[in-house]
């Protein structure tokens, strides 16, 4: 039987540990990194990391083709022509400046998105317009050729003054006019109208970003992949890895694993902002912690697993052997390396 190796990609891991402090123990996840060889990544945000994992090199982090990748990996197709995810926010007023609230915090429904997309159709038919709510809080824009334009992501945005975030590049002056178009026919919805009413964040903008074309297939690097991520999903499809919907826990790993380099993807890259709420990011890590590190520890000690990887951003990548989690003396694991 050959190596079973499992990579762990945590969007948000370091987040949630800093967030948290010593306020919430997770014994076995301490044990792994400090037991674990450490490896610093050269990357700042979920969607350079999810590339780089994938060995998909981009020389421009703002120019990750994020939205055509998700995009096929969220519906197996090839996007017909230029994509970019144009997503909704609410651009909140403070003092003299404008801040980006985005994700999870809107709870934007069904509805709610099929009625604002439906305003965009009329504003931009002639432009051959197609956005496509593939999520109900991720919008994707397909457009007949390049929009020539450079965006910043919005995990990058959310929270912060825009001024200096929105688009520029050759047509820049053309995206702030359209996204002030929208704006004013935004405000004039009735979805805005029942969510002021409600005192709900109101969707009166969205974000361009992930601007690009979809690669050509990449090398396989991954023998299979576990994710429900729309952006590895698009990876593991371009590279042809064996793909798989992420597990409920531990249990669905350990039982399934096959020989060779597995990928686990645990959230997505609105967990990189979620987990830096200490209430949420508390919750988060007792439920990895029961799920997932404590099992896969018991597994790497029974040498049902011959290494483990535990990647994020914030945090690197920590590869812990089969011996490393031995309850043995630390000098007779040295010896036995």
């Given amino acids: 039987m050959g190596s079973r ?78 994509c970019l995810r144009v997503d909704p926010a609410h651009l909140e007023p403070r003092l003299t400046k404008l801040y980006l609230v985005a994700g999870k915090p809107l709870a934007v429904n069904e509805d709610e998105a099929n ?35 450079d965006t910043t992501p919005i995990t990058r945005a959310a929270g912060k003054d825009v001024d200096a975030l ?18 004013m026919a935004f405000h004039a919805s009735p979805v805005n109208t029942i969510r002021d009413a409600e005192a709900r964040f109101t969707i009166n903008t969205i974000w361009p970003w992930g601007s690009g074309a979809l690669p050509d297939s990449t090398v396989r690097i991954w023998d299979r992949v576990w994710s429900d991520e729309p952006l590895t999903r698009g990876l593991a499809r371009l590279s042809n890895s064996t793909l798989d919907s992420a597990p409920k826990d531990a249990a669905g790993i350990i039982d399934d694993l096959s020989p060779g380099s597995n990928l686990l ?11 830096s709420e200490p209430e949420h990011a508390r919750a988060q890590l007792r439920s990895l912690e029961n799920r997932w590190w404590r099992p896969l520890w018991n597994a790497l000690n029974a040498r049902v697993l011959d290494s483990l990887t535990i990647t994020d951003f914030g945090l690197g990548a920590v590869t812990v052997q089969d011996r490393d989690a031995r309850n043995w003396p630390r000098w007779m694991r040295f010896l036995a390396s």
């Fill in 166 to 183: 929105l688009p520029t590049g050759a047509n820049a002056s053309l995206w702030h006019a359209w996204m002030n178009e929208i704006q």
């Fill in 115 to 149: 009625s604002l997309i439906g305003i965009i159709h009329e504003l931009y038919q002639e432009h051959g317009w197609r956005v496509y709510a593939l999520d109900s809080d991720q919008w994707y824009l397909v457009v007949p050729g390049d929009p020539d334009v």
């Fill in 265 to 275: 993807v645990l959230g997505d890259s609105w967990s990189v902002i979620d987990r």
């Fill in 5 to 82: 190796h499992l990579n762990i990609l945590v969007p948000g891991l370091s987040q949630a540990m800093h967030a948290c402090q010593a306020s919430v123990r997770s014994p076995v996840l301490k044990k792994l990194i400090s037991r674990g060889e450490k490896v610093a990544l050269p990357t700042d945000s979920f969607e350079s990391l999810a590339f780089t994992t994938f060995d998909c090199q981009q020389s421009d982090v703002n120019g990750l083709p994020v939205a055509a990748v998700s995009y096929y990996g969220i519906t197996g197709q090839r996007p017909a022509g230029w």
